[in-house]
């Protein structure tokens, strides 16, 4: 029979690259991740203010559009009303008697045999 050398490889810790795990990495570095998910925190709840803050804010601007919008259309409703009173028949007929017209009887209309032309000044 052959034999066939065989050998055996041995690694030591030394000779492997240095590979830290997540939990070796965690104890060293407890401190700066502490830290860091502090920050992170902190900016989570800045941007959280400032968005109830704009939508707090977008409210009240609605509110108050809203109560224009309301004042204006009760402000064209009573215009219309307002509108259709004076248009009213019965409310022209008393303005033509206050103003001191009278009705026409027979209407005299004139005629012309030259044309009639205006001149300019």
């Known amino acids: 029979m052959y034999s066939i050398p065989v050998q055996a490889a041995v690694y030591s810790p030394q ?14 570095h407890t401190v700066a991740l502490n830290v860091a998910s502090l920050v992170i925190l902190g900016v989570l709840l800045v941007v959280q203010i ?7 804010t977008k409210g009240y601007q609605m509110r108050e559009l809203e109560n224009q919008i309301s004042e204006l259309s009760l402000l064209q409703q009573n215009l ?14 008393h303005s033509v008697k206050m103003l001191g017209f009278v009705e026409s009887e027979q209407p005299t209309y004139l005629s012309s045999t030259t044309p009639s032309v205006a001149m300019a000044q």
């Open 50 to 56: 400032i968005q109830v803050n704009a939508a707090t």
């Open 15 to 28: 000779t492997l690259s240095p590979r830290i795990s997540l939990s070796v990495f965690f104890r060293e």
């Open 80 to 93: 219309q009303l307002e509108a259709r009173k004076v248009q009213s028949l019965d409310h022209v007929s």
